[in-house]
Structure formats: C-alpha cells, structure tokens
C-alpha cells in the first residue's frame, strides 16, 4: 500500500487498515494463490524421469554389489539433479505438501517406493529368478509417475484454496 512506503513519525502507531482495504487485500492474496496454483504444473517429462530413477533404485536391489553401489549413487545424484533442473526452469521450488491432502499423497508415494524395494530385496536371496523382479520394477515406475501426478493436482488445488480451508 502507498502508506506502507512513507515512514511513520518516531512514537506513531501504524493505523490498521480500513475493512475496504483489508477485503482488497484479501482479494489479492487468492487472485495470487490462484496465479500461484496455474503456475505449478509439472512438465510432463519429470514424473517419467523420476519414475525411471526409482525404478533403477529398486532394479539395483537385486543387481551384483559393484553393480548395485554403483546405480544406487547414480540414483542419489540423479534425484536432486532432476528437481534442480525443474526449480531453475520453472523457477519453482516446492519441497512440502500445502495441506493434509498433499502431505497424505507424499506419504503414499513413500510408501510405494519402500514397499517396491521391499519386494526386489526378497527377490534377491531366494532362489527365484531374478527377473521376478521385473513386476516390482515396472509397478514402482507407474506408481511413482501416476502418484506423483495426482500430488501435482492434490497441490494445485490445496495452493488455490484459502488457508482455512485445507
């Protein structure tokens, strides 16, 4: 506000402002939540991306120790590669759910991928085939990319809603 550039005098209170002022206020703060929620939309590339990565990870689980370390480093590198190339693209960053919403579909998608190296880390010590493991890799691949965009669209609508309300 015009008022908020001019110093107030030494011992003088700023005045609260009028209920005009505050509801033009207010009406910004959604019009930019709104403009806000518009611009997080992931490309269509990142979630396959992501996608591939956890599916190295999990493919890793069953692979010889040379082999395996050496995915899973490639992993670990590539993850904060991939939202870094996103965040300076889009200049975007948002690394927590807005609401409860969002913050249960994260939890979901960590619990996919836990559960996706449980299931190569059984496969390894039995005597089955090592490319039961293919189902685990392939499962982890679509769930982190359908996930991942149901928590985009989660977020966006958390982002566009007013704060009480999420």
């Keep these: 506000m015009e008022r908020d550039l001019i110093p107030e005098p030494a011992g003088d209170k700023p005045q609260p402002p009028s209920a005009s002022e505050a509801a033009d206020i207010l009406s910004r703060l959604s019009a930019d939540r709104s403009r806000l929620a518009k611009q997080v939309v992931t490309p269509w590339w990142y979630h396959p991306a992501l996608g591939l990565i956890v599916s190295v990870l999990v493919l890793a689980q069953v692979l010889s120790p040379p082999l395996s370390i050496s995915l899973v ?24 759910p807005t609401g409860k919403r969002s913050g249960r579909m994260l939890l979901a998608s960590v619990g996919v991928l836990a559960l996706a190296m449980a299931g190569a880390l059984v496969v390894r010590p039995t005597e089955v085939s090592s490319w039961w493991v293919l189902p685990v890799v392939i499962s982890a691949f679509v769930a982190t990319v359908v996930l991942g965009r149901r928590y985009d669209k989660t977020l966006r609508k958390e982002l566009a809603q007013d704060q009480g309300t999420t």
């Design 73 to 96: 480093t490639l992993g670990i590198i590539a993850i904060p590669v991939l939202t870094t190339a996103y965040s300076r693209r889009y200049g975007l960053s948002l690394t927590q």
